[in-house]
């Protein structure tokens, strides 16, 4: 529809949203991750599409190397690509779920980033914890 009536509809044959239709979710996924990778011929993207749950499951494997690259300062570029990604499975009416595997370390095959991370940190230690003897009172600045 039209919000200017006076201009009429250029093609009024065509639909504008296909529903059998779905994204290209590995050639976008590429297409958003090869500019973070140092050697992007390693970028590994796999992708399931449910029809009848209506759910895209996009799985994506590189090098250690560049997961600095590829996640960015807080997470910000990987969530900027799963921002995409699920604007465009939205178009879809499609759900969208981006698991990221880390490389070929060995005993890690198969494992999540986000699983490699809680398997290595350990927890934050205390103040009592840390050595720096008792614990000093904060001193706050006084105001006039």
């Known amino acids: 529809m039209f919000l200017n ?6 093609n009024p044959n065509v639909e504008t949203k296909s529903p059998t239709a779905s994204p290209n979710y590995v050639g976008l996924v590429r297409f958003l991750m090869q500019p973070f990778l ?3 011929e390693t970028l590994s993207v796999d992708c ?8 895209a499951w996009v799985r994506i ?5 560049d997961k600095g690259k590829v996640f960015g300062r ?3 570029n990987i969530q900027a690509i799963r ?3 699920a604007a465009a ?3 879809a009416e499609h759900s969208v779920y981006l698991d990221i595997y880390g ?6 095959e198969g494992m999540s980033f986000d699983e490699d991370q809680e398997e290595r940190s350990p927890p934050p230690k205390t103040r009592e914890e840390r050595g720096n003897g008792p614990s000093r009172p904060i001193v706050k600045p006084r105001s006039r």
């Open 48 to 55: 399931e599409i449910s029809p009848t749950l209506k759910r």
């Open 5 to 10: 009536r006076s201009v009429p509809n250029p």
């Open 74 to 76: 807080g997470g910000r």
């Open 61 to 65: 494997a590189f090098e250690t190397t």
């Open 89 to 91: 499975a939205e178009l």
């Open 83 to 85: 921002t995409v990604i």
């Open 103 to 108: 490389s070929t370390a060995p005993g890690r």
């Open 38 to 40: 140092e050697s992007p």
